[in-house]
């Protein structure tokens, strides 16, 4: 048996997470999963994701990895079912931190020629 795992949060997984909680977290679910891959909306989702799985500390050897993202995902939401306004906080606090990386000013890169 194969499970499909990533490095990171794969947003292909935000779907799957739609009924992982309550009327305000399948509202944001619904509206990330319509947006571009690189909308800082649905970035932030990713964000909040990685942070909450614990993506930065999975080992691709460790029984979350061979679960799968999906599996691992749905436990770490259902953790926050009975508590989904701080779900929601954690989701702003990402958006936050995306929009703050996005408006920092980056060195110009120069184009390869």
């Known amino acids: 048996m194969y499970v499909n795992t990533e490095i990171m ?3 292909s997984v935000i779907p799957a997470l739609r009924e992982a909680g309550g009327p ?4 944001l679910v619904e509206r990330v999963t319509d947006l571009d891959e690189t909308h800082p909306e649905r970035l932030a989702f990713a964000l909040m994701m990685i942070r909450l799985d614990g993506c930065l500390d999975c080992e691709t050897d ?3 990895a061979m679960r799968g993202c999906q599996a691992c995902a749905l436990q770490a939401v259902k953790r ?3 508590n989904e ?3 929601l906080r954690l989701y702003k606090a990402a958006l936050s931190d995306v929009q703050a990386y996005l408006a920092t000013p980056r060195p110009f890169a120069l184009a390869a020629g």
């Open 9 to 11: 949060f794969p947003t």
């Open 24 to 27: 305000e977290w399948r509202s």
């Open 62 to 64: 460790s029984f979350r």
């Open 80 to 82: 926050y079912r009975h």
């Open 85 to 87: 306004r701080e779900l």
